[in-house]
T-cell receptor, first 116, second 111 residues
């Protein structure tokens, strides 16, 4: 395991369609984060999991956004009824919580979403 | 909501020049990270600073954390074209490990 992986790397969809992205964290990491990054901005935090528990979801952008991490390993981020404003890079990161680890986050390469 | 300001937003320099980018907040950080991001890729962690006044070096990069833990700087000596990228700082408050990112400094180093 060499790092965080995300699939797909690119997704083009039509407005109104649902999309789902997958993130596979570094295997021993217990925390998993989702971010959104738009052009000219830094990553914006969306939600995070510790193992399978979603500990913070108030910053998900709307009720069209949802995330799961059913077995505490990989995670999915779903956007329902996509809008053109959802076009962005969606980043996943993982970390190993203190005291076992430093809490530092390691990012995946991202999924670039384009909504037509 | 804590805000994190980065400056400058853009920097275009010649190979061999030195540069400094800044990261500031009105709140005290628990920790602060610097990342570098290339187009189409996720950010890559460069360093984490935790202690006020801390200085860390990574080859030609020098990171400094302010004594009051409200600001940080990244200094690059003798910049090279390979340093080109988006430099992001991210801070967390209260030990939450939920960082807030700045907008980044986009650096271009011309050969």
């Amino acid at each position: 395991d060499t790092g965080v992986s995300q699939d797909p790397r690119h997704k083009i969809t039509k407005r109104g369609q649902n999309v789902t992205f997958r993130c596979d964290p570094i295997s021993e990491h217990n925390r998993l984060y989702w971010y959104r990054q738009t052009l000219g901005q830094g990553p914006e935090f969306l939600t995070y999991f510790q193992n399978e528990a979603q500990l913070e979801k108030s910053r998900l952008l709307s009720d069209r956004f949802s995330a799961e991490r059913p077995k505490g390993s990989f995670s999915t981020l779903e956007i329902q009824r996509t809008e053109q404003g959802d076009s962005a890079m969606y980043l996943c990161a993982s970390s190993l919580e203190w005291p076992s680890g430093s809490g530092e986050q390691f990012f995946g390469p991202g999924t670039r979403l384009t909504v037509l | 909501t804590q805000l994190l300001e980065q400056s400058p937003q853009f920097l275009s320099i010649q190979e061999g020049e030195n540069l400094t980018v800044y990261c500031n907040s009105s709140s005290v950080f628990s920790s602060l990270q610097w990342y570098r991001q290339e187009p189409g890729e996720g950010p890559v962690l460069l360093v984490t600073v935790v202690t006020g006044g801390e200085v860390k070096k990574l080859k030609r990069l020098t990171f400094q954390f302010g004594d009051a833990r409200k600001d940080s700087s990244l200094h690059i000596t003798a910049a090279q074209p390979g340093d080109t990228g988006l430099y992001l700082c991210a801070g967390d408050w209260g030990g939450s490990y939920i960082p807030t990112f700045g907008r980044g400094t986009s650096l271009i180093v011309h050969p």
